[in-house]
C-alpha cells in the first residue's frame, strides 16, 4: 500500500464514496470544478489519484478499514448527554 500524508488522507476521507473506482471518479470529478488558482489542490488529488490507481480492491479495503472506526469501537459512553437546552448555556 503506498503511503498518504495527513492532508492525501483527509481528501481520501472526504471525497470517498466507499470503493476504490468510485473514490478515483469522485476526485477527478472534484479536479475538473477546480479553479485555476486552486493549483494546490490540484497537485495534491492529482497526487492522490495516482497512488489509488496502484492498488488493488484489497489494499484499499484495508485503507478504508484504518480510517473508517466501526461503531462497535466508538465511545459512545463517553458522549455527554444534554436533557436540557438551559444546561448548554451554563
Known amino acids: 500500500m503506498p503511503y498518504f500524508s495527513q492532508e492525501e ?7 470517498d464514496p466507499g470503493n476504490l473506482s468510485g473514490l478515483i471518479y ?4 472534484m479536479m475538473h470544478a ?3 488558482d486552486e493549483k494546490e489542490l490540484y ?4 497526487g492522490v489519484i495516482e497512488k489509488l ?9 484495508k485503507l478504508s478499514d484504518m480510517l473508517t ?3 462497535d469501537d466508538f465511545p459512545f459512553d463517553e458522549i ?3 436533557d436540557d437546552l438551559d444546561e448548554m448555556e451554563d
Open 43 to 46: 497537485n495534491l488529488a492529482h
Open 9 to 15: 488522507l483527509n481528501l481520501i476521507c472526504i471525497y
Open 80 to 82: 455527554p448527554v444534554i
Open 69 to 71: 472506526p466501526t461503531f
Open 53 to 61: 490507481s496502484t492498488m488493488n480492491a484489497k489494499s484499499y479495503e
Open 26 to 29: 469522485e476526485l477527478a470529478a
Open 34 to 36: 477546480l479553479m485555476p
